[in-house]
């Protein structure tokens, strides 16, 4: 994986504001780097090559989400998702983990109090997902404790699970590394973690499926064209 010059100076700064010595070392290196290039010639935009350990292999993808509902205005959204999983299950040595969603009050952000339809006077209600965070925590420290990884590459924004990272760093002396989707982004995840950094959105658009995947049993599944 590369990033490009303005993008590693934005992962330095995430790191200079990091709470560990190490991410901030890590950060001071990072900007070092992009001066350098920069003095160069390059310009912000051009690629670099992402500082990788050696010999290092990924053995294993958890894929953590929840099963979505159909709303009025997009009655089409599970049956996306659900291709989705289909593709992701041709992966080799991936796992999928299901959290829930709930309907919850959707309660006023000032006062805390029930929100109502101005014109029909029903609750209104949103979709919260659960369980998500937690499973996602639960498996970081039962690998932790099984020893299945030296580094967990953690790709989220949730700021609630800056305490897990924060033990399994701590107890089990292992390195976490977060790479924050693109908008999203936790001071307090990117100071729990081992190093941190952000996804540009160029770098999704490279990794997509293909139009067209061919499971084992012969079956096809077509990628939608919203998604392209």
């Known amino acids: 994986m590369s990033v490009n010059i303005f993008e590693a100076l934005q992962n330095a700064e995430l790191n200079l504001k990091g709470s560990l010595d190490t991410q901030r070392q890590v950060g001071l ?26 010999g290092q292999e990924l053995r294993l993808l958890k894929y953590f989400t929840s099963n979505v509902t159909e709303t009025t205005k997009d009655p089409q959204k599970p049956q996306r998702q659900q291709t989705y999983l289909a593709a992701i299950k041709t992966l080799s040595d991936t796992k999928i983990i299901k959290g829930s969603y709930i309907l919850k009050p959707k309660l006023c952000p000032v006062c805390q109090k029930q929100l109502y339809c101005p014109k029909c006077k029903m609750p209104i209600e949103e979709h919260t ?37 924060e033990k399994v760093i701590k ?21 729990a973690a081992s190093y941190s950094f952000i996804i540009g959105r160029g770098k999704f658009s490279k990794s997509q499926f293909p139009d067209t995947i061919t499971r084992d049993r012969g079956t096809d599944i077509s990628r939608p064209s919203t998604w392209r």
Do not use: C
């Open 29 to 54: 290196n990072q900007l070092h780097n992009a001066i350098v290039l920069i003095e160069k010639g390059y310009e912000l935009g051009d690629d670099i090559d992402a500082l990788l350990a050696e």
């Open 129 to 165: 997902e659960k369980k998500t965070d937690v499973n996602i925590a639960v498996e970081l420290l039962t690998d932790s404790y099984t020893n299945a990884f030296d580094t967990a590459l953690l790709i989220t924004g949730d700021s609630d699970l800056s305490p897990a990272v």
């Open 171 to 191: 107890i089990f002396n292992k390195r976490v590394v977060v790479a924050f989707p693109p908008n999203r982004n936790s001071n307090s995840l990117a100071k």
